[in-house]
């Protein structure tokens, strides 16, 4: 098919994998490769349905309950982080593991404990039952309540208005965060927030690139899984920016051709949790149907990368080993018990 007259794509930049979900997913190579197959996995490593079926593939489970992992094994768990309960719960089955949590959840888990410690009430704006939101409030469950937008906020209580503070999930929308935190500050206008943005760098410039082309493109296709907080926001913000269409789809083969109806200009961008062939996958599929004009729309630039687990420098099967050994009062042969200090 020959391209058709002012048909183009405008495509995002940057978009697809951050520098923690880039983490996480090598890890879990890096872990499989290292100590063999199975890795168990707490919850999807990150929330893409390619990548969870990729790394199953190489041997990776996934699970949703830490009591669903042997005794023995090595279970990591995902870019979303967990609270301290599911450490004690892996500690007590007598397993191994790998903390693959995104350094910038760590750094709000951090922030929630620093506060609880100084008897602030906490109020983490987020979204009901995501990971990322349970593992946040579990640091510090007597201090933190939830609120989920700003219609929650008319129902929020705490004990003091002069001791609050807000944190919230690192993937939500930046307005709407705004929106909440401006909602809490008129009921507590003694509110504090947080050191610095808890809303991650990734989020913020892949919904930057959006705004940016959202006047100009009449459809924009948002490449990643529904259950991934930071691609659905951004079909959100594409749609408060302009454009007439936003739809979210996890391949090429789930777009609508009818949505390309009386379109000339199709936004393209992709989800901190999407590989980038996925994004290939759909300008191939738009090019086939006329449009071959791609230009890039640039929001920022994107150097951050953070060091791998600290746990795949261990042998974590020897450390389950002599975990199992340690309940069962059986002795672990020397080979497999791992050099002191390590």
Known sequence: MTASPGRRVLLAAPRGYCAGVDRAVI????????????????HEIVHNKYVV????????????RTAEVPEGSIVMFSAHGVAPVVHDEAAAGKLA?????????TKVHKEAVRFAGEDYDILLIGHEGHEEVIGTSGEAPDHITLVDGPKDVAKVEVRDPSRVVWLSQTTLSVDETMETVDALKEKFPQLISPPSDDICYA?????LAVKQMGEEAELVIVVGSK????????VEVAKLAGSRAAYLVDFADEIDEAWLDGVSTVGVTSGASVPEILVEQVLEWLSQR???DVELVKAAEESITFSLPKELRRDL???AAELVAQRTGTTVPEAAVPPSGE
């Open 27 to 42: 890890a879990v190579e890096k872990a499989l490769e290292q100590y063999g197959a199975p890795i168990y996995v707490r």
């Open 53 to 64: 079926q990729t790394l199953e593939k190489k041997g990776a489970i996934f699970v949703e």
């Open 97 to 105: 593991t790998i903390d693959a949590t995104c350094p910038l959840v």
């Open 203 to 207: 989020t913020q410039n892949r919904q």
């Open 227 to 234: 259950n991934s907080s930071n691609s659905v926001r951004l």
């Open 290 to 292: 006329g449009f071959e």
């Open 317 to 319: 099967r020897a450390e």
